[in-house]
């Protein structure tokens, strides 16, 4: 059996676009996606996992990958409750990594989090994705990549006021400002872009990429290893 990868989040901004990259590049031989609905993608190398995802575990075998990438996230306004965006962004994103852990055939795990995550941070959206990207540090998988980016930007199905004000804002400001650091909002397709290189090329490890990193992997041809900070 040759490479097999797993997409949780496949419809959400930067999953559609990974689930494309993925079946336009020969490199895998599967690409599996676990869902509450269908794509809608018809393509030979694609299977479709539809299921809830509290079932996770209980489909464990059928999700046997040897990439596991990671794009799972939502907003409080989606989720409704504190409860339920941990869910999401914290839960399923673990039990895939714990499932990962014990997969024999698992060699690398790809997460997006997001730019200014922290465990420390006073933000709940940011402390969770810290909260996350440390749980998953400590199942010492073989091959853990953890993409930051800042604020993404790309067609979502349902309408996001600050994101759309940003498009417009954006090309004149050029710059969302943290501190002493500038940090430019990116493109859904250039994590999924980056996401694939890191795939494809990367090493075993714990490896964190920031917006920039993330944007110089996307533009870059050459191995990640030769770009990463």
Avoid: C, W
């Avoid at 599967?30 to 809830?52: G, H």
């Avoid at 959206?125 to 990549?145: D, F, M, P, Q, T």
């Avoid at 004149?172 to 909002?185: D, E, M, Y």
């Avoid at 990367?202 to 964190?208: C, L, R």
């Amino acid at each position: 059996m040759g490479k097999i990868a797993l997409i949780a989040g496949a419809t959400g901004l930067v999953g559609r676009e990974l689930v494309r990259l993925l079946l336009s590049d020969p490199y895998y031989d599967k690409v599996k996606v676990v869902a509450r609905k269908s794509t809608e993608i018809k393509d030979n190398r694609l299977e479709e996992i539809i299921i809830e995802f509290d079932e996770l575990e209980a489909h464990a075998k059928d999700l046997s990958a040897t990439h596991y990438y990671v794009t799972l996230g939502t907003t409080m306004r989606k989720a409704k409750t504190k409860d339920n965006f941990y869910k999401v962004d914290f839960t399923y994103p673990h039990i895939l990594a714990k499932m990962a852990k014990k997969d024999q055939g698992f060699e690398k795990y790809l997460i997006v989090t997001a730019y200014g995550a922290s465990t420390d941070s006073s933000i709940y959206y940011n402390r969770v994705k810290g909260e996350i990207e440390e749980a998953i540090k400590v199942l010492e998988l073989k091959s853990l990549h953890i993409f930051q980016p800042s604020l993404l930007l790309g067609f979502r199905p349902e309408f996001r006021i600050f994101e759309e004000l940003s498009k417009l804002i954006m090309p004149i400001l050029v710059f969302l400002t943290f501190g002493q650091i500038k940090i430019r909002a990116i493109e859904g397709l250039t994590v999924a872009k980056a996401m694939l290189k890191v795939g494809k090329h990367s090493h075993d490890g714990t490896h964190v990429y920031p917006n920039n990193i993330i944007e110089e992997i996307s533009l870059s041809s050459l191995p990640t290893e030769e770009i990463e900070e």
